[in-house]
């Protein structure tokens, strides 16, 4: 059965349809083509080298359509959040363990506090908006991660034999960490902190070790296997977990 390619381009990049699939195509001054699925729906995305042709780049997303597929289907079945209003019993989660909101009005300044194994306690001012009231549960995540990175950088850093020499904690749509390999600066997904710790410590160690290769090469995965045997298993873990509601583009 033949599969049908279409292709529109812009100055920047290129939309390709194969197979019924949307394919996002972005050229950059690289070696090597990367094709990913990212969540929440399985938007896909290739990142092309400068030199490689059209032909070339839709020969290889039809060498993965089986996979593409399989990847989309498992994103369209993952279990995700609706839209978090901020209320009392509303689900929210912290280091991988669900809690219950319990919102609490008071004549103070704002802040978040665990509760046993059961209850996040949220502490804000009379008439905060459910913007302000995230705004202050996200403040509180990102001071949770400020004070679980660095543990686990000055653990690994010295039995990898490199250093960060900067890193940071920021929202992102597509990836749990970056590594910027020239600068030796490390980024993080703030939504790490709803995650389990295992999977923390594997995104540290994953984006550490992209200062010793840039790629997901076959060294870099020799080196996971080397100092982090279950990162398979963290993997699984990070990406098979609720998606939290978001509103994603295409």
Same mark, same amino acid.
């Given at each position: 059965?033949?599969?049908?390619?279409?292709?529109?381009?812009?100055?920047?990049?290129?939309?390709?349809?194969?197979?019924?699939?949307?394919?996002?195509?972005?050229?950059?001054?690289?070696?090597?083509?990367?094709?990913?699925?990212?969540?929440?729906?399985?938007?896909?995305?290739?990142?092309?080298?400068?030199?490689?042709?059209?032909?070339?780049?839709?020969?290889?997303?039809?060498?993965?359509?089986?996979?593409?597929?399989?990847?989309?289907?498992? /994103?369209?079945?993952?279990?995700?959040?609706?839209?978090?209003?901020?209320?009392?019993?509303?689900?929210?989660? /912290?280091?991988?363990?669900?809690?219950?909101?319990?919102?609490?009005?008071?004549?103070?300044?704002?802040?978040?506090?665990?509760?046993?194994?059961?209850?996040?306690?949220? /502490?804000?001012?009379?008439?905060?908006?459910?913007?302000?009231?995230?705004?202050?549960?996200?403040?509180?995540?990102?001071?949770?991660?400020?004070?679980?990175?660095?543990?686990?950088?000055?653990?690994?850093?010295?039995?990898?034999?490199?250093?960060?020499?900067?890193?940071?904690?920021?929202?992102?749509?597509?990836?749990?960490?970056?590594?910027?390999?020239?600068?030796?600066?490390?980024? /993080?997904?703030?939504?790490?902190?709803?995650?389990?710790?295992?999977?923390?410590?594997?995104?540290?160690?994953?984006?550490?070790?992209?200062?010793?290769?840039?790629?997901?090469?076959?060294?870099?995965?020799?080196?996971?296997?080397?100092?982090?045997?279950?990162?398979?298993?963290?993997?699984?873990?990070?990406?098979?977990?609720?998606?939290?509601?978001?509103?994603?583009?295409?």
């Amino acid at each position: 059965m033949a599969i049908e390619v279409k292709a529109r381009k812009t100055e920047s990049d290129a939309r390709l349809q194969v197979g019924g699939i949307k394919v996002e195509v972005v050229r950059k001054d690289i070696k090597n083509l990367h094709l990913g699925v990212y969540p929440p729906l399985g938007r896909v995305r290739v990142a092309a080298p400068l030199v490689i042709s059209d032909d070339a780049v839709r020969l290889a997303v039809i060498d993965k359509l089986g996979w593409i597929k399989r990847q989309k289907a498992k /994103f369209v079945e993952q279990p995700r959040q609706t839209q978090r209003e901020m209320v009392n019993g509303e689900s929210h989660y /912290f280091l991988g363990q669900r809690y219950r909101l319990r919102v609490h009005e008071v004549a103070a300044p704002a802040r978040v506090a665990v509760r046993g194994i059961a209850s996040l306690d949220l /502490f804000v001012r009379s008439g905060a908006s459910a913007e302000q009231r995230e705004a202050v549960l996200l403040h509180w995540y990102r001071g949770q991660l400020k004070a679980l990175i660095p543990p686990l950088l000055e653990k690994w850093q010295p039995i990898l034999g490199v250093q960060a020499s900067h890193w940071g904690i920021k929202k992102m749509k597509t990836k749990w960490g970056s590594c910027n390999p020239s600068a030796k600066r490390l980024w /993080f997904n703030l939504e790490l902190a709803k995650k389990p710790e295992m999977c923390l410590e594997y995104i540290v160690v994953h984006e550490l070790l992209h200062l010793l290769e840039r790629k997901h090469s076959e060294r870099f995965t020799a080196l996971m296997d080397a100092y982090l045997p279950n990162w398979r298993v963290c993997r699984e873990t990070l990406n098979g977990g609720m998606l939290g509601h978001e509103v994603w583009e295409y």
